[in-house]
């Protein structure tokens, strides 16, 4: 039986190749994994002070989405490098029959819902300051830049459990598709007069 020393040099040099290769592979998988984690933290913190900035007109202006929507669709521009991105971003999305974001007003502890204005609370009498609270949730799929952790994704996604209920439908399904759903929700207390 041969030892280290007398195989030949060919031989050991080709192993070492082969070691070599599968510790970079290794190394650029976790490097390709942190990157993807850095990224969508930083769409995170992006479409959460996207929201907190809507959410701000919401509550001077009667949570009236024609002024609030527009607001947050600014807000969210800064999570593309340029507008291709936004339009490739948008295609994916509506590739897989999904929206690229959606924005739901969500009911308050205590609130009832005015057609139009979301969730409030209506003060408990007349002439008093408003204790309305407008509840602002946000979905933003993030499509992952490498291939391989959107196959993973996929794979994932179809394992999951069954889920009901509307939102919970619509995270299975971006996870189905390789994406990676992102859920920020704000909430505010109105500073304008509630709608009658």
């Known amino acids: ?101 959606s924005v739901e007003v969500l009911p308050h502890a205590g609130a009832r819902q005015i057609q139009g204005h979301g969730a409030l609370l209506k003060p408990p009498q007349p002439g008093q300051p408003t204790d309305a609270v407008l509840h602002l949730r946000l979905t933003y799929l993030y499509v992952p830049k490498q291939p391989w952790l959107r196959t993973a994704l996929k794979v994932m996604g179809e394992l999951s459990a069954t889920l009901r209920g509307g939102h919970t439908r619509l995270l299975k399904t971006a996870r189905a598709s390789g994406l990676i759903p992102i859920v920020v929700e704000y909430k505010v207390l109105m500073h304008s007069d509630l709608p009658d």
């Open 1 to 101: 039986m041969q030892n280290n020393d007398q195989r030949p040099k060919a031989a050991q040099g080709g192993t070492a190749l082969i070691e070599t290769t599968l510790g970079l592979l290794v190394v650029l998988f976790f490097a390709g994994l942190c990157l993807e984690l850095m990224q969508t933290h930083q769409t995170r913190h992006l479409i959460s002070l996207a929201l907190q900035e809507a959410a701000r007109v919401a509550a001077v202006t009667r949570a009236n989405p024609e002024h609030w929507r527009p607001v947050l669709i600014r807000g969210l521009r800064p999570t593309y490098a340029s507008a291709a991105a936004q339009s490739q971003h948008a295609r994916i999305t509506e590739l897989h029959g999904l929206a690229p974001y």
